[in-house]
């Protein structure tokens, strides 16, 4: 077992609070490092750090700053395998799953990489006399992103490339699960030729959180996790004046209507309920065939399906998933199967006698899909983060709309069916951030924004695409008039161009 460190300054630098957090490898359920747990003068010291390097950086012209993303692009093609290793080991998802992640975040730092473009402000010739005015944008100076265990790779990417790009120095307080990837992507961003100082990895638990959330040379905190810990953030980080947006769970559906190609929502449903075991913000976790023909015709192609899910440890290229991240989390998912079948729901297919041979101590969970689920369920209601579907019978479209705009969770929801006026429908008049038409997984790709609405964010500005770089910078408009525009004597009016 080996001691982790957290990176400041350009180096690895070991924790001196004396408390640590123990990280595990899923597959075999063994302790396979102990991740040091930063208190708040750790916390201080690494932000103090970034604070004297911003500066030169965001002075750094923009072009050069894109070319350090460049190299870091080719680094991450050197090391593909290596991170995919790490990362399937520390979390739990196959390698094939964990490449998907780590590509989700280099396609980031490649829109990152258009900085010289993506900053470039507006400008009016001629708005008076002599007069022009034009808006620039400035990074914000020390801005910090604190991230969830499911991608270790996908989110810090999503967080700090942009910042960076933009000038910021960037603090990343990575989950305390898995933060083996997130360590290594900061060494990579040094051998990339980004100045020592720019991007820090602090690891830690609440206290350093609240560390961050209370520095007062922190100017913004991007928050990815689960809903009560994004509320609490938020409100918290605004109160001291920060500039904050924290992504939370979700609970996503998928309406399959009766004229779908069943073939292909079954497939889009397998994937998006059962891959990486269900712990996406993504996964599809609630399915609504509309009609009872609909149902029944789902329920005789999913249920074999489920049955044959292949479930195996992560260096296992064949397995669907891999065990869940945690003992600890594996028994909640367990506990709210139990809870649904306590609340009345049909378990159709029961994944909780699952054993993995080989690897009896690992965290594995079979696919367990349930039926006639109604929305007073805890199942329902809650998100599981497990391999757990949930089929919720609607008697037509408009109460399975109803479902989704209802539900207080609004991440992501897709709609199958050939119907393009259905389609349109659900897409006008759905209460959620991103929509999938025959597509169960929509997460937009990076030159478009990611966030969810209701409980699945608080903020208002998206993750990645253009929001990303208006949420790490400032704007400042200029109104300049050079002397042949000037008239003599004071004026006491207000100015206008009139
Ligand atoms: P989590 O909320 O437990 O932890 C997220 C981060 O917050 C971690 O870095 C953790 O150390 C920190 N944290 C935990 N408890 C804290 C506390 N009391 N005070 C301060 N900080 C605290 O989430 P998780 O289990 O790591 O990740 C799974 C959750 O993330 C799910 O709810 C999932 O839906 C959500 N998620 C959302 C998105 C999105 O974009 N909406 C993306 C991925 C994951």
Same mark, same amino acid.
């Given at each position: 077992m080996r001691e982790l460190h957290?990176?400041? $300054?350009?180096?690895?630098? %070991? $924790?001196?609070?004396?408390?640590?957090?123990?990280?595990?490898?899923?597959?075999?359920?063994?302790?396979?490092?102990?991740?040091?747990?930063?208190?708040?003068?750790?916390?201080?010291?690494?932000?103090?750090?970034?604070?004297?390097?911003?500066?030169?950086?965001?002075?750094?012209?923009p072009q050069r700053r894109a070319r350090v993303m460049m190299k870091f692009l080719e680094l991450m093609t050197r090391e593909n395998e290596a991170l995919a290793e790490l990362l399937a080991r520390e979390h739990g998802k196959t390698i094939a799953d964990a490449?998907?992640?780590?590509?989700?975040?280099?396609?980031?730092?490649?829109?990152?990489? $258009?900085?010289?473009?993506?900053?470039? $402000?507006?400008?009016?010739?001629?708005?008076?006399?002599?007069?022009?005015?034009?808006?620039?944008?400035?990074?914000?100076?020390?801005?910090?992103?604190?991230?969830?265990?499911?991608?270790?790779?996908?989110i810090p990417m999503w967080k700090f490339a942009p910042a960076i790009a933009c000038g910021n120095a960037f603090i990343l307080k990575p989950s305390e699960r898995d933060p083996g990837v997130p360590l290594r992507l900061a060494e990579l961003m040094i051998e990339a030729g980004l100045p020592a100082g720019i991007l820090n990895v602090v690891n830690g638990d609440k206290e350093s959180v609240d560390a961050l959330l209370d520095d007062p040379d922190i100017a913004a905190i991007g928050f990815v996790g689960s809903t009560p810990i994004a509320q609490y953030i938020y409100g918290r980080a605004a109160a001291t004046g920060k500039r904050v947006q924290c992504f939370g769970g979700a609970k996503n559906h998928m309406v399959i209507m009766p004229d779908a190609d069943m073939k292909q929502a079954v497939d889009g449903l397998m994937g998006a309920g059962y891959g990486s075991a269900g712990e996406r913000c993504m996964a599809i976790s609630v399915a609504v065939p509309v009609g009872e023909g609909t149902a029944e015709e789902l329920m005789r192609h999913l249920i074999p399906r489920v049955e044959s899910l292949k479930i195996g440890p992560s260096t296992d290229s064949s397995?669907?998933?891999?065990?869940?991240?945690?003992?600890?989390?594996?028994?909640?998912?367990?506990?709210?199967?139990?809870?649904?079948?306590?609340?009345?729901?049909?378990?159709?297919?029961?994944?909780?006698?699952?054993?993995?041979?080989?690897?009896?101590?690992?965290?594995y969970l079979g696919g367990c899909l349930f039926d006639h689920v109604t929305k007073d369920m805890r199942i329902y209601k809650e998100e599981i983060f497990g391999p757990v579907l949930s089929v919720v019978r609607a008697q037509n479209y408009e109460e399975a709309l109803a479902l989704c705009n209802d539900h207080e969770y609004g991440n992501g929801v897709a709609i199958y069916t050939r119907d393009g006026d259905a389609a349109r429908d659900f897409t006008s008049r759905v209460q959620v951030g991103m929509v999938g038409v025959n597509v169960p997984i929509p997460v937009p790709l990076a030159y478009h924004g990611f966030g969810g609405w209701k409980k699945s964010i608080f903020g208002d500005l998206n993750q990645h695409g253009p929001d990303?770089?208006?949420?790490?910078?400032?704007?400042?408009?200029?109104?300049?008039?050079?002397?042949?525009?000037?008239?003599?004597?004071?004026?006491?009016? %207000?100015?206008?161009?009139?």
């Amino acid at each position: 077992m080996r001691e982790l460190h957290h990176f400041i $300054g350009g180096k690895k630098v %070991m $924790g001196t609070s004396g408390r640590f957090a123990d990280a595990y490898q899923p597959m075999t359920g063994e302790i396979i490092s102990q991740v040091p747990l930063a208190n708040s003068a750790e916390v201080r010291a690494a932000v103090l750090n970034a604070k004297a390097a911003q500066p030169a950086w965001a002075a750094v012209n923009p072009q050069r700053r894109a070319r350090v993303m460049m190299k870091f692009l080719e680094l991450m093609t050197r090391e593909n395998e290596a991170l995919a290793e790490l990362l399937a080991r520390e979390h739990g998802k196959t390698i094939a799953d964990a490449k998907g992640d780590i590509q989700r975040g280099v396609e980031v730092v490649e829109f990152a990489a $258009g900085i010289p473009h993506l900053m470039k $402000g507006e400008f009016t010739d001629g708005a008076g006399p002599g007069i022009d005015i034009y808006s620039m944008r400035q990074a914000l100076g020390v801005v910090a992103g604190i991230t969830p265990f499911n991608f270790p790779a996908m989110i810090p990417m999503w967080k700090f490339a942009p910042a960076i790009a933009c000038g910021n120095a960037f603090i990343l307080k990575p989950s305390e699960r898995d933060p083996g990837v997130p360590l290594r992507l900061a060494e990579l961003m040094i051998e990339a030729g980004l100045p020592a100082g720019i991007l820090n990895v602090v690891n830690g638990d609440k206290e350093s959180v609240d560390a961050l959330l209370d520095d007062p040379d922190i100017a913004a905190i991007g928050f990815v996790g689960s809903t009560p810990i994004a509320q609490y953030i938020y409100g918290r980080a605004a109160a001291t004046g920060k500039r904050v947006q924290c992504f939370g769970g979700a609970k996503n559906h998928m309406v399959i209507m009766p004229d779908a190609d069943m073939k292909q929502a079954v497939d889009g449903l397998m994937g998006a309920g059962y891959g990486s075991a269900g712990e996406r913000c993504m996964a599809i976790s609630v399915a609504v065939p509309v009609g009872e023909g609909t149902a029944e015709e789902l329920m005789r192609h999913l249920i074999p399906r489920v049955e044959s899910l292949k479930i195996g440890p992560s260096t296992d290229s064949s397995a669907d998933f891999g065990p869940l991240v945690t003992g600890a989390h594996l028994q909640k998912v367990r506990d709210y199967v139990d809870i649904g079948v306590t609340e009345g729901a049909k378990l159709c297919v029961d994944g909780r006698g699952f054993k993995m041979q080989g690897y009896e101590n690992g965290f594995y969970l079979g696919g367990c899909l349930f039926d006639h689920v109604t929305k007073d369920m805890r199942i329902y209601k809650e998100e599981i983060f497990g391999p757990v579907l949930s089929v919720v019978r609607a008697q037509n479209y408009e109460e399975a709309l109803a479902l989704c705009n209802d539900h207080e969770y609004g991440n992501g929801v897709a709609i199958y069916t050939r119907d393009g006026d259905a389609a349109r429908d659900f897409t006008s008049r759905v209460q959620v951030g991103m929509v999938g038409v025959n597509v169960p997984i929509p997460v937009p790709l990076a030159y478009h924004g990611f966030g969810g609405w209701k409980k699945s964010i608080f903020g208002d500005l998206n993750q990645h695409g253009p929001d990303s770089i208006r949420f790490y910078t400032k704007t400042k408009t200029v109104t300049s008039r050079w002397s042949s525009g000037i008239k003599d004597g004071a004026s006491f009016i %207000m100015p206008t161009m009139g």
